[in-house]
């Protein structure tokens, strides 16, 4: 995908952008209203909603949070991390041995290799430990770069979130 928009003038792509934060608040409130409002989505309490910032881990423990929490890093055009976060979470997760390594590589390509096309902001050790890990990958290999990526959602983005609108409408429909 990013190949073709190499070829597009820069005016597009900066009139891309700008229309993507015009319109982002408006798509994100018509998310959030859906999921609101889903019949299949778990009924949460406004109580279950205040967890969510207490704890970073139990925001992304609940469908709902998680989704919530993507919009706003979409929102802030960051929506890498928790891509990137949640594709090891899958990763970990894999039970064949002969799937790890293609998926190992498509993992390290999206987000960690230089000029990735959803690169994640990791420092060169932990860049360089990775990639080591990549010639014989196991289910820890994005152990490290995970934990960084996590460590810097929840110090960095999470705070955000809890302050934004996205998370007080979440609060609100609940009172009103």
Known sequence: ????????????????????ARFGGFLLKQELNIMGHSQKADKLTLENRKKWSQSF???LAHKEGL???RAFLSSEYSEENIAFYLACEDFKNTKNSSKLCPKA???YEEFICCDAPSEVNLDHETRSIT?????????????LAQSKIYTLMEKDCYPRFLKSTVYQELIAQHVG
Request: with cysteine; net charge positive; hydrophobic share 35%.
């Open 1 to 20: 995908m990013c190949r073709t928009l190499e070829h597009l003038p820069i005016t597009c792509l900066e009139r891309a952008k700008e229309l993507k």
């Open 57 to 59: 881990h139990e925001l």
């Open 67 to 69: 989704s919530a929490f």
């Open 105 to 107: 590589k498509k993992i």
């Open 131 to 143: 990639l080591k890990s990549m010639e014989h990958p196991t289910l820890s290999s994005f152990s």
